[in-house]
């Protein structure tokens, strides 16, 4: 019988992370310092965990989006973490989105899957164009409800998320009932059900998902249950756990990157 406690505790898991996600909080800061054409803290929702950030290759704003979503388990981090992890797509000509989001057990996860819909509606009332949605662990799972939100009933293009690149992403989540990452979602078998993207109709687009390959049985399961459900692909990358795959966003010239780029829209 699967220990979902303990296939779902990364930080047990990886006792080194204390010094790889103060290595985030360095690196970010240190990114978005040196940037000339960022847009900080775009106010996209009423409180003030809903803005963004928002990296332009230039001083123009005609470059395809992608949205990178952070992770902490729906109830942690923020996108001041993250800047860095846009530096390979802009690289690339690609600006980079990172949005953070009102935390679990302040909302509920519906209403937080909500606030970032209302994130990609504010960019395509800037921009105008379809998003390539990313994201790390429960950023992954959010991704994936972008691919699959009835955009035209917001009166919003069809086809607006495309495609999706989840890292160590989660979709069948029944299973985090069972442990203590549920004391703040506060789920129940419904709602687990409802917001799982495993379970939902293909929504067309493409989708990649990628996990590491030392991350566990159950966030491979994850990964290869998504791609097989929805008609995409998905990968694991050796020599990578949890905390340490999302880094290849920073490196334009890793096969994360590349892949990301031949998903944009």
Same mark, same amino acid.
């Given at each position: !019988?699967?220990?979902?406690?303990?296939?779902?505790?990364?930080?047990?898991?990886?006792?080194?992370?204390?010094?790889? !996600?103060?290595?985030? /909080?360095? @690196?970010?800061? /240190?990114?978005?310092?040196?940037?000339?054409?960022?847009?900080?803290?775009?106010?996209?929702?009423?409180?003030?965990?809903?803005?963004?950030?928002?990296?332009?290759?230039?001083?123009?704003?005609?470059?395809?989006?992608?949205?990178?979503?952070?992770?902490?388990?729906?109830?942690?981090?923020?996108?001041?973490?993250?800047?860095?992890?846009?530096?390979?797509?802009? /690289?690339?000509?690609?600006?980079?989105?990172?949005?953070?989001? @009102?935390?679990?057990?302040?909302?509920?996860?519906?209403?937080?899957?909500?606030?970032?819909?209302?994130?990609?509606?504010?960019?395509?009332?800037?921009?105008?164009?379809?998003?390539?949605?990313?994201?790390?662990?429960?950023?992954?799972?959010?991704?994936? !409800?972008? !691919?699959?939100?009835?955009?035209?009933?917001?009166?919003?293009?069809?086809?607006?998320?495309?495609?999706?690149?989840?890292?160590?992403?989660?979709? *069948?989540?029944?299973?985090?009932?069972?442990?203590?990452?549920?004391? /703040?979602?506060?789920?129940?078998?419904?709602? &687990?059900?409802?917001?799982?993207?495993?379970?939902?109709?293909?929504?067309?687009?493409?989708?990649? &998902?990628?996990?590491?390959?030392?991350?566990?049985?159950?966030?491979?399961?994850?990964?290869?249950?998504?791609?097989?459900?929805?008609?995409?692909?998905?990968?694991?990358?050796?020599?990578?756990?949890?905390?340490?795959?999302?880094?290849?966003? &920073? *490196?334009?010239?890793?096969?994360?990157?590349?892949?990301?780029? @031949?998903?944009?829209?």
């Amino acid at each position: !019988m699967t220990d979902n406690e303990a296939e779902y505790n990364n930080r047990a898991k990886v006792p080194e992370h204390p010094a790889i !996600m103060a290595g985030w /909080a360095r @690196d970010a800061a /240190a990114f978005r310092a040196a940037q000339a054409h960022a847009e900080l803290d775009l106010s996209y929702g009423p409180t003030p965990r809903q803005a963004m950030d928002l990296f332009w290759p230039g001083a123009t704003h005609d470059a395809p989006i992608a949205l990178f979503i952070h992770g902490g388990y729906w109830q942690a981090l923020d996108k001041s973490m993250f800047s860095h992890l846009a530096r390979g797509l802009l /690289a690339h000509g690609v600006a980079v989105a990172v949005p953070s989001y @009102d935390l679990c057990p302040q909302v509920t996860l519906t209403e937080l899957t909500e606030q970032l819909r209302d994130a990609v509606a504010f960019l395509h009332r800037r921009h105008a164009r379809r998003l390539l949605a990313t994201g790390h662990s429960a950023g992954g799972h959010l991704a994936a !409800m972008l !691919m699959a939100t009835d955009w035209p009933a917001r009166g919003l293009p069809a086809d607006l998320v495309p495609a999706g690149l989840p890292i160590s992403g989660l979709f *069948d989540l029944p299973p985090l009932m069972r442990t203590s990452v549920n004391a /703040a979602l506060r789920l129940d078998e419904a709602e &687990a059900r409802r917001l799982s993207p495993m379970f939902m109709p293909h929504p067309g687009g493409r989708i990649h &998902a990628i996990v590491g390959a030392d991350e566990g049985a159950e966030y491979l399961r994850q990964s290869r249950g998504i791609a097989e459900a929805w008609g995409g692909t998905w990968e694991a990358l050796p020599g990578h756990n949890h905390f340490t795959i999302v880094g290849q966003l &920073a *490196d334009p010239g890793s096969a994360m990157v590349r892949k990301a780029r @031949d998903l944009l829209p």
